[in-house]
């Protein structure tokens, strides 16, 4: 990283409580990238230039704005590739993004579940947020904080296929986290080595301002698997000089104890993104689909994961034949192969000329915000909340 780069200030957009903002902070005070993060700023501008009104919003000292915590790791991993964010080994760094992708929107329904359907984190939460991003919102406190709590329950969880028949299933899937991450953790203190890399940071988003901090899944996380509770601290406190200084270093290939992820991966995020792809082929709003037997029904279908689906397909493509027949494998003993390609012609129509991270976003909720007027994050809250 040269000395320019280091001194230029970074502005993270985004509420200290907001998953993807700490994903993407992680990143960037690993690489030890000056920044400053605020929690509300006026995003009309963001909006304009990036499409999407989603927080992390980040802004370059130069003005410019990216948006989408994804394409932004990529964007900085190629700035600063001395960094080795992502693998150097393109077979790594294709389960690496599979494992960040799963991290990133197969976690987020167990997150906000976790955060908002149970009374003593969404009292607190709904609190912070009201705090954090209310003020502009004239009516009392308690009338913000109910507000808050109904849109985020019709949007993320209620609306997002949480029931009674599924409350089970979508707790599965964090405390399976929680066992195949202290199995690996036994082995080296990152998921992939000595050093944090791509699928560290992915599952960080989730792990770090969800599972780790909302009261109830924190005292699983405690007591049942305090690795991962270490872990978690490991990762915000780690700075790329000191790993070198270490000689921190990443395995050989794809380590076996991630097995059990990809398996997960296979049985649970990839039926689903079909399911979702399938629903955005037909038009259809919402969809129903069962997971591992778990009957989730009226999801909302979201362009933005067909958008994902059709991303691991492209960094599968680049691959080279050798690498493809590598990964194949893998993906075959894991399950992950056959849904990888199961839908066919998805055609998203998201970010077309590959403008990303600095144009071209869309929200995961599928609302093209950018034609919809809104100015700021939390307005949404209020037109949402009635
Ligand atoms: N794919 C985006 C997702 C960003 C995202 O969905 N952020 C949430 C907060 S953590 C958000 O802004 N939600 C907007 C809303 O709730 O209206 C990324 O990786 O940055």
Not at 84 to 98: G, T
Not at 159 to 164: E, L
Not at 311 to 319: A, C, G, I, K, S
């Amino acid at each position: 990283m040269s000395e320019t780069d280091s001194a230029v200030p970074m502005t993270i957009y985004g509420p200290e409580l907001s998953y993807f903002t700490g994903k993407l902070e992680a990143v960037i005070r690993y690489m030890e990238i000056p920044y400053q993060r605020v929690a509300a700023a006026p995003m009309g501008e963001s909006i304009a230039a990036t499409g999407v009104a989603q927080v992390p919003a980040l802004q370059l000292a130069d003005g410019r704005w990216l948006t989408d915590s994804t394409p932004i790791i990529s964007w900085l991993a190629e700035r600063y590739p001395g960094a080795q964010v992502i693998p150097e080994n393109p077979v790594q760094a294709f389960f690496s993004k599979l494992l960040e992708d799963y991290a990133d929107e197969w976690l987020w329904r167990p997150a906000m579940h976790y955060r908002w359907d149970y009374a003593e984190s969404a009292a607190h939460q709904s609190w912070v947020l009201a705090d954090e991003l209310g003020q502009e919102l004239r009516v009392p406190h308690i009338v913000k904080r109910y507000l808050i709590r109904n849109r985020q329950r019709s949007l993320f969880t209620r609306g997002d296929g949480v029931s009674d028949e599924t409350w089970d299933h979508v707790e599965k899937s964090y405390l399976d986290t929680l066992q195949q991450f202290t199995d690996i953790l036994g082995a080296h203190p990152y998921l992939l080595g000595s050093r944090p890399s791509l699928a560290d940071f992915g599952f960080f988003g989730p792990m770090f301002r969800h599972f780790s901090m909302d009261p109830t899944s924190a005292r699983i996380m405690r007591e049942t698997a305090p690795a991962v509770f270490e872990w978690v601290a490991r990762v915000w406190n780690e700075r790329l000089s000191r790993v070198q200084e270490r000689g921190g270093s990443l395995v050989q290939g794809v380590p076996e104890n991630w097995g059990p992820i990809l398996d997960s991966i296979g049985s649970t995020y990839l039926p689903y993104l079909c399911a979702n792809a399938e629903a955005w082929k037909s038009q259809s709003e919402y969809f129903d689909v069962a997971i591992e037997s778990a009957p989730y029904k009226h999801i909302r279908t979201s362009v933005y994961r067909v958008w994902c689906l059709e991303e691991l397909r492209r960094e599968f493509n680049v691959l080279s034949d050798t690498e493809q027949k590598e990964a194949q494998s893998l993906l075959e003993i894991h399950g992950c192969w056959e849904p990888l390609w199961r839908i066919k012609d998805t055609a998203s129509g998201v970010d077309p000329q590959r403008q990303l991270p600095f144009a071209g976003g869309v929200s995961m909720t599928g609302v093209p915000q950018a034609q919809s007027g809104e100015k700021h994050w939390m307005p949404r809250l209020r037109m949402r909340g009635k």
